[in-house]
């Protein structure tokens, strides 16, 4: 969802971005911003303004790079092991929901859409230092 946010670190005006994360209910989101910075657990009302709510295809996150989380083992038990791995996304298929990742080892994989939706975002923000970093 592209939008503009009242940033709550500098309270100075409304900036543009993009809502990564609806927690809460819908009460709360995450936004980062044009300029690389990210916010968590925005108050939703008064706070954001929708300018254009997401492209469902999928097609918006063709050609952009993700961060997925992969889990093997067990995920009740301690062991588990939590491995991340990097890919382009290639193709969305809006009808099956299902994006396919091109992965850095040169295998492929078909995941879901909201999944490598988290994953281009956590992409974005793998990067970002904690003094850009605000959570309300």
């Known amino acids: 969802v592209d939008c503009y ?8 005006g409304w900036f543009r971005g993009y809502v990564t994360d ?5 009460v709360s989101c995450d936004v980062i911003y044009h300029d690389g910075y990210h916010e968590s657990n925005i108050p939703a009302k008064d706070k954001i ?4 709510r997401c492209d469902t295809s999928g097609e918006w996150m063709v050609g952009k790079s993700a961060l997925l989380v992969l889990a093997e083992g ?3 038990r301690a062991n588990n092991i939590v491995s991340l791995r990097s890919g382009t996304v290639e193709s969305a298929s ?11 080892d040169g295998s492929d994989d078909l995941i879901s859409s909201d999944e490598v939706a988290k994953a281009v975002f956590r992409y974005l923000l793998k990067d970002c230092p904690n003094k850009k970093r605000y959570i309300w």
């Open 22 to 26: 609806i927690g809460n209910g819908g």
């Open 49 to 52: 303004r929708l300018i254009k």
């Open 94 to 104: 809006e009808q099956q929901k299902f994006c396919r990742i091109a992965l850095s």
């Open 74 to 76: 067990d995920p009740n």
């Open 5 to 12: 946010c009242q940033d709550g670190a500098f309270k100075k």
